[in-house]
C-alpha cells in the first residue's frame, strides 16, 4: 500500500544552520504531497505543499521539490531558528476520497 | 473562511468515566472529518474518518466511537476510558473531493489525561 518514510529523529541543530529532513514516499499514480509542522502543544499546520513533479513547494523559509524519479520530497531550510523547534510529518494524498497518509514524524530541536 | 472548533483544550478523566470530544467546522460543507489520536513522543494514529452524516469509518478496533450527527460536527466518545486512551486528540476537515490537493487543517487538540 501507499506508504511516507521519514528520517528519524529528533534532530539537533544550532542556530544558523542548514536544515534537511529526508521523506521518501510509496504510491501508485501522482500523489500530492505535504509537509506539517507541530509547534509544542497545538495541532497540525501545513508547511507546504506541492501537487505535481518537479513542483517546490515554499513557505517561512523552508523548501520542497517534488522529486518523482526518486519518490522523494526532502524539506530544507537554509538557517534555522530557535523558534523552528517542532515535529514535522511528512504526508502524500492521493485523488478522491483517499486520506492523508503521514510519515512519523521527525523533531527538530535547534539551540541558540 | 473556514474554521474548526475543538473542544475541551485539557481534560483529565478516571478511568472508567465517559468521553465526549466535539468538533466542529465553520464556513463549508460536506466536508470529510477525522479524528487522530497522537500518543507521547509518537506520529498519529487515524482513528476515525467520515464523509458525511452518519458515515463513520473506522481504522482501528478499540475503546472509541464516533459520530456524526449534523454536516459539521464530529463527536469523538468512550463509554468507559482506559489508561492507554491518554493523548492528544486531533480534529481535522478537509474539503472534498478536489480537497485532497489541499490537505487537511486541523483543530488545535484536546490532550486527554486518563488517571
Known amino acids: 500500500g501507499d506508504s511516507v518514510t521519514q528520517m528519524e529523529g529528533p534532530v539537533t541543530l544550532s542556530e544558523e544552520a542548514f536544515l534537511t529532513i529526508n521523506c521518501t514516499y510509496t504510491a501508485t499514480g501522482y500523489p500530492s504531497l505535504f509537509w506539517y509542522v507541530q509547534y509544542p502543544g497545538e495541532g497540525l499546520q501545513l508547511l507546504l505543499k506541492?501537487?505535481?513533479?518537479?513542483d517546490k513547494g515554499s513557505n517561512k523559509g523552508f523548501e520542497a521539490t517534488y522529486r518523482k524519479e526518486t519518490t522523494s520530497f526532502h524539506l530544507e531550510k537554509g538557517s534555522v531558528q530557535v523558534s523552528d523547534s517542532a515535529v514535522y510529518f511528512c504526508?502524500?494524498?492521493?485523488?478522491?476520497?483517499?486520506?492523508?497518509?503521514f510519515g512519523k514524524g521527525t523533531k527538530l530541536s535547534v539551540k541558540p | 473562511s473556514q474554521t474548526i472548533h475543538q473542544w475541551p483544550a485539557t481534560l483529565v478523566q478516571p478511568v472508567g468515566s465517559p468521553l465526549s470530544l466535539e468538533c466542529t467546522v465553520e464556513?463549508?460543507?460536506?466536508?470529510?472529518l477525522y479524528w487522530y489520536r497522537q500518543a507521547a513522543g509518537r506520529g498519529l494514529q487515524l482513528l476515525f474518518y467520515?464523509?458525511?452524516?452518519?458515515?463513520i469509518s473506522s481504522e482501528v478496533p478499540q475503546n472509541l466511537s464516533a459520530s456524526r450527527p449534523q454536516d459539521r460536527q464530529f463527536i469523538l466518545s468512550s463509554k468507559k476510558l482506559l489508561l492507554s486512551d491518554s493523548g492528544f486528540y486531533l480534529c481535522?476537515?478537509?474539503?472534498?473531493?478536489?480537497?485532497?490537493?489541499?490537505?487537511?487543517?486541523f483543530g488545535s487538540g484536546t490532550r486527554l489525561t486518563v488517571v
Open positions: 467520515s464523509v458525511g452524516i452518519g458515515q
Open positions: 481535522a476537515w478537509r474539503a472534498t473531493p478536489e480537497g485532497s490537493i489541499y490537505g487537511y487543517t
Open positions: 464556513g463549508t460543507s460536506n466536508p470529510n
Open positions: 506541492a501537487t505535481k513533479a518537479d
Open positions: 504526508a502524500l494524498s492521493k485523488g478522491g476520497q483517499g486520506n492523508l497518509i
